[in-house]
């Protein structure tokens, strides 16, 4: 089996998921008192979340950079980080670590495929949602996405940061996520990506009438097949 090397902290919520997901898929897959192979750094969310505030884009490099070395020191042989977000940076940190970076943006992809759909909708931070990474990496796989108005998009992000990310889950917020996931739907969106590893925690399949694709188990469930193959 090989290690592997979780880049977590932001939030330690989606961390702790991650963490329970690859044990429990190890074990389910090779029975017994089977776990996984893995270690954790942890990076203090609260330097990182003021650096998105202010776009300090290359402080969060270094920060995260030089928690990935930490983690190929400690002997990981590859590398998930816990965060849709930071896979912005995902070709930095695996250019300064040396670690290969098994990316959640190619395991959605090819579970998209799998399904068979053509367009979904992607929620997630503002940086997310805006930014080209999902649009760029899943136009690889001939999948289209689309996003909230520019409206939605706050409402979504500052739920995240306000609520998800410490700990808070509202029946009230989870009442907007649908209705925000119904305006995709409506917009043709034939599935919705649940593109924060903290929106799973609040969202699940049974919240939408069309398919749900958690971030954080395909990310985890191709974290086990990378190990065990």
């Known amino acids: 089996m090989k290690r592997i090397g979780l880049l977590g902290g932001m939030s330690w919520e989606s961390s702790l998921e991650y963490y329970r997901l690859l044990n429990e898929m190890v074990k389910n897959r090779l029975g017994g008192f089977h776990s996984a192979e893995c270690t954790l750094a942890s990076v203090d969310f609260g330097p990182v979340s003021e650096m998105m505030k202010s776009n300090d884009w290359k402080g969060i490099e270094r920060v995260l950079s030089a928690a990935a070395i930490d983690l190929k020191r400690a002997g990981a042989d590859f590398l998930i980080i816990c965060t849709n977000t930071m896979h912005l940076l995902a070709r930095e940190i695996e250019g300064a670590s040396g670690l290969e970076v098994l990316e959640i943006g190619k395991a959605v992809g090819e579970e998209i495929e799998?399904?068979?759909?053509?367009?979904?909708?992607?929620?997630?931070?503002?940086?997310?949602m805006e930014r080209a990474y999902y649009k760029d990496t899943l136009a690889g796989f001939g999948i289209n996405v689309i996003v909230p108005s520019?409206?939605?998009?706050?409402?979504?992000?500052?739920?995240?940061?306000?609520?998800?990310?410490?700990?808070?889950?509202?029946?009230?917020?989870?009442?907007?996520?649908?209705?925000?996931i119904k305006g995709l739907q409506i917009n043709g969106a034939e599935g919705v990506i649940l593109g924060c590893t903290?929106?799973?925690?609040l969202i699940k399949e049974s919240d939408a009438d069309i398919a749900v694709f958690d971030t954080t188990a395909i990310h985890a469930r191709a974290a086990v097949d990378h190990a065990l193959a």
């Open 114 to 128: 799998r399904r068979g759909l053509e367009t979904v909708g992607l929620l997630g931070t503002r940086f997310t």
């Open 198 to 201: 903290e929106i799973p925690l």
């Open 150 to 180: 520019a409206e939605e998009m706050v409402v979504v992000d500052m739920i995240i940061f306000e609520e998800l990310c410490k700990g808070i889950f509202r029946e009230e917020s989870k009442s907007v996520y649908k209705a925000v």
